[in-house]
């Protein structure tokens, strides 16, 4: 399957699709929590997808800020893999110099992975692996000297761990109250030299 890969960056016709598997993926994170408080735990993740689908949000409703977000920027760059023929997209994953989601930081040498998902049929082929690999090497050509992350996802965690190399260096609580924070583990971050 993977000889029928290829990834380019985000085109407007792909908006619907890289949308849809974002918000899919989402629910893998639901593995991060004890069976009993995932539900509690998903709701919370739904207020995060719905800032990004809003109006204002990255995304927005259907995909329709991703172009203005992610296209055509010195400091930033979406990626989707498309398969076969058909081009049908199966995953998607955007870059940025820095680690601020949001903020400019054009003069940062890191760089940092936000958006990551590939449609859950098409997982396990080495479409993640050529997601991020298109990534690392779209932060080296901007003159990066090391990749970050942030990932509350533990079969992501595994994966960037394990597959691509990267280095648990610090973590933080989203968690506002004691008892969330006993149930909701905290987000990781990871680092990855680039050579």
């Known amino acids: ?34 069976w ?13 997808r719905d800032a990004s689908l809003s109006e204002t949000g990255d995304i927005g409703p259907n995909g ?9 920027k010195d400091d930033r760059c979406m990626f989707v893999a498309c398969l076969g023929s058909q081009k049908v997209i199966v995953g998607c994953c955007s870059v940025k110099k820095g680690m601020d989601e949001i903020k ?12 990551m998902s590939v449609d859950e049929s098409y997982r396990g082929y080495g479409t993640a692996t050529a997601l991020m690999a298109a990534c690392e090497t779209w932060s080296r050509k901007a003159g990066c000297t090391k990749m ?14 394990n597959r691509m190399g990267y280095t648990a260096v610090d973590h933080f609580h989203v968690a506002k109250t004691a008892f969330s924070k006993l149930v909701v583990p905290p ?3 990871y680092e990855k030299a680039l050579c």
């Open 104 to 115: 400019p930081e054009p003069d940062s040498q890191t760089g940092s992975i936000w958006r």
């Open 36 to 48: 009993p408080f995932r539900h509690w735990f998903m709701q919370n993740m739904q207020k995060m």
């Open 64 to 72: 329709k800020n991703l172009l203005h977000t992610y296209g055509g």
């Open 1 to 34: 399957m993977t000889s029928d890969l290829t990834i380019r960056e985000l085109r407007a016709e792909d908006r619907v699709d890289v949308c849809r598997i974002w918000v899919d993926g989402l629910t893998q994170s639901r593995l991060a929590v004890h």
């Open 187 to 189: 987000v990781f971050q």
């Open 148 to 161: 970050g992350l942030f990932t509350i996802n533990p079969v992501a965690a595994n994966f960037y761990v």
